[in-house]
């Protein structure tokens, strides 16, 4: 190997940043993507669960799912749609709204974790040429 100064580590001493402050940095930076993917996962599950709660209703009503329930129980359903007429629009509405809201979710969800993948792809071959600077220099 060669004893030429690495222009990477020249670089970033010209601007006061040493190696291993360079290091807190990526893994702060690190930490915070891992907890952007973490409450972006819990946000999407969640929207994935109101799209099924939603759907249920749903079904009920399109599919005539009465046959399924006792005679009170569809009694119940008919006096509380009576009772409260806003909520058959948002059965109508809400499970196709919050299926394009979880798809975009879970698209955003698969670029954070990808980027998170990334940076932990680069952190460690960081990792491994430092230490190969190390054999290096021994040499």
């Avoid at 009694?75 to 196709?96: K, R, S």
């Avoid at 960081?126 to 021994?138: F, S």
Wanted: aromatic share 8%.
């Amino acid at each position: 190997m060669t004893d030429k100064p690495n222009l990477r580590d020249d670089l970033l001493k010209q601007n006061g940043t040493s190696a291993e402050a360079l290091a807190g940095m990526r893994d702060k930076i690190l930490a915070e993507d891992q907890r952007r993917v973490r409450r972006m996962r819990w946000l999407v599950t969640r929207c994935w669960a109101l799209v099924l709660v939603f759907s249920i209703p749903r079904a009920y009503l399109k599919y005539d799912c009465s046959r399924f329930l006792s005679d009170q129980a569809t009694q119940d359903i008919g006096m509380l749609l009576m009772e409260y007429p806003w909520i058959l629009p948002i059965i109508a509405v809400a499970p196709p709204a919050l299926f394009i809201l979880a798809v975009l979710l879970t698209f955003s969800l698969y670029m954070r974790s990808r980027t998170l993948t990334m940076g932990q792809i680069q952190t460690s071959l960081i990792g491994i040429e430092e230490q190969l600077k190390k054999m290096a220099e021994k040499d």
